[in-house]
């Protein structure tokens, strides 16, 4: 066995602790695009992964979140689920179209916990992913007919969250009950219940938001992932007089 004399290595430990950060930076690694995988082999493509999280304290039984997804989503080419972590999730896809089906179709619940899913970007970690957004469609009451326009139905998707899309149908000449509109929501922050409007000269109107497909929700706080009876506001009503305004 070769031994090493200790005044060689601490002299050798010593030119080790001499290199600055400037001779690191000197080096790196150059990746050419030929060197990436496309996944043709079998090797993971990451063109086509989600990583998601579902919106709940409680222990998710992974068996079983997989079966429900798959049968929900029913990819043509087929899906992939791995556990990153107890709470992580990596959703492997294996075409453009099953992936975007996905990500336009939402929200999308397991156990009635809302996931929260993001497309994973070619330079981003998984664990690294912030997962704080969902997106809804959301109905919009008693919208005056004077407000009616596509620029309209974007600012109030911009009021309540980020703007997605609108439903091609609004718009299209026949009366309907409510405008629709697709819109990225920041699950950190309460739900925007109502909007008011008015033009130059005029009064102001209350327009109503109604969540589609709305599943864990508390009445008193108007946050996402718990109820009433989990909400940490409740401790503000030691006599029991709660109030709702999300009721």
Not at 88 to 110: A, K
Not at 114 to 140: D, N
């Amino acid at each position: 066995m070769t031994t090493i004399n200790p005044r060689k290595q601490l002299d050798m430990n010593a030119t080790y602790a001499a290199l600055s950060i400037e001779e690191e930076d000197d080096g790196g690694l150059i990746i050419t695009g030929e060197e990436f995988e496309d996944g043709k082999d079998g090797r993971i493509d990451f063109r086509y992964c989600l990583v998601g999280r579902f919106l709940t304290d409680k222990v998710i039984n992974f068996s079983a979140m997989k079966n429900t997804m798959t049968a929900l989503w029913r990819p043509g080419k087929g899906i992939c689920i791995k556990d990153l972590s107890p709470t992580l999730f990596l959703f492997q896809f294996f075409h453009e179209i099953d992936i975007r089906r996905v990500l336009e179709s939402g929200p999308w619940t397991f156990d009635q916990h809302i996931l929260l899913v993001k497309r994973l970007g070619e330079l981003e970690q998984p664990h690294a992913v912030p997962l704080y957004h969902t997106s809804f469609w959301i109905q919009i009451y008693n919208l005056p007919i004077g407000f009616l326009s596509e620029k309209v139905l974007q600012n109030i998707g911009d009021y309540i969250g980020e703007f997605q899309a609108s439903d091609e149908n609004n718009l299209m000449g026949v009366w309907r009950n409510y405008m629709r509109i697709r819109v990225s929501i920041d699950v950190r922050k309460p739900l925007k219940r109502r909007m008011r409007l008015k033009k130059s000269g005029g009064d102001w109107v209350w327009i109503d938001f109604k969540y589609e497909r709305l599943q864990i929700f508390c009445f008193i706080c108007g946050l996402l992932g718990h109820t009433e009876r989990q909400c940490p506001s409740l401790y503000d009503y030691p006599d029991g007089d709660i109030i709702k305004p999300y009721g």
